[in-house]
């Protein structure tokens, strides 16, 4: 394991729904549902009502969280098998919540000069803009038959100065989505899940929550589009990994986050996973 990040007085937390609920307990406004998949498993959440909010500690809506082989040693064609079930995932996602993919803002959050951050940049990098080609070649766009994708990274506040969720808003009130696609690392509680596993939610994403730094919720309500989001937990707490302390702990000492040791191939194909499989459902996808 790589340190990461000192951060001090803080709760620490986990960004995946999965995590907040145990799998095998009946909870309160909460249904559960596991699918096998090609190479992986679904667990797919959906929380229904105002006590399943409680509950978990997330709005209403759907959670569904792919566990695969660990990022790090994954063979190409897992990589492929992993494709398909993002893109498969993306399409019943949309059209559970009702939601038009006809232009997409694809958004990848964090830092991509710090790897465990850069799975939203990276996977940004591996989408295939398509929207500026229906001014330049209509006729070609027609043909290809694809969503009309554009793509943004806003960058860490620590850089830019500027909120992330300000950013996705300027841009989503300028270029008009039907849907925002919004990436991000996230932090987990469990080390079993680190590089594994992928959570896709209905419900937005405030960025930085797990590590203590709660920024904007970019979400429906801030800009009056859904948000789909899309991560993989790359971090994880000293607390949460030290015998005797949970993620629930008050403890205010000082603590770090680390990441695993293949961090870096982690992120390299995670990106290929997320960024191919949003091309093979609703953009440009190459065999």
Not at 53 to 59: A, H, I, L, M
Not at 260 to 270: A, D, Q
Request: proline share 5%; aromatic share 4%; net charge negative.
């Amino acid at each position: 394991m790589e340190d990461l990040n000192l951060n001090c007085g803080i709760v620490f937390d986990s960004d995946l729904a999965m995590e907040r609920r145990r799998a095998s307990t009946y909870v309160e406004g909460v249904d559960y549902k596991r699918d096998v998949c090609i190479g992986g498993v679904w667990e797919r959440l959906k929380i229904t009502s105002e006590a399943g909010e409680k509950n978990v500690g997330r709005p209403i809506g759907l959670y569904d969280t792919l566990t695969l082989p660990r990022m790090d040693t994954i063979m190409p064609d897992d990589i492929e098998d992993a494709k398909d079930e993002i893109a498969r995932e993306l399409c019943r996602m949309c059209d559970l919540c009702d939601i038009s993919p006809e232009r997409i803002l694809v958004v990848g959050l964090g830092n991509r000069q710090l790897t465990p951050d850069a799975i939203g940049p990276s996977s940004a990098d591996e989408v295939d803009a398509t929207m500026h080609m229906r001014e330049e070649d209509p006729a070609m766009f027609e043909a290809l038959g694809c969503s009309e994708i554009c793509v943004l990274c806003p960058d860490v506040t620590s850089n830019s100065g500027i909120q992330s969720a300000e950013i996705v808003k300027s841009v989503a009130d300028a270029v008009k989505p039907t849907v925002v696609f919004a990436i991000d690392s996230l932090a987990s509680r469990s080390e079993e899940r680190l590089g594994n596993t992928i959570q896709i939610s209905s419900t937005g994403i405030i960025p930085g929550t797990g590590v203590g730094h709660r920024g904007t919720k970019i979400d429906e309500e801030l800009l009056g589009i859904p948000v789909i989001a899309i991560g993989i937990p790359t971090v994880i707490s000293t607390a949460s990994l030290s015998k005797g302390m949970t993620s629930n702990s008050e403890n205010k000492s000082c603590g770090y986050f680390v990441s695993p040791k293949g961090i870096n191939k982690i992120v390299k194909n995670g990106a290929k996973i997320i960024g191919g499989g949003i091309n093979q459902a609703f953009g440009i996808c190459y065999f």
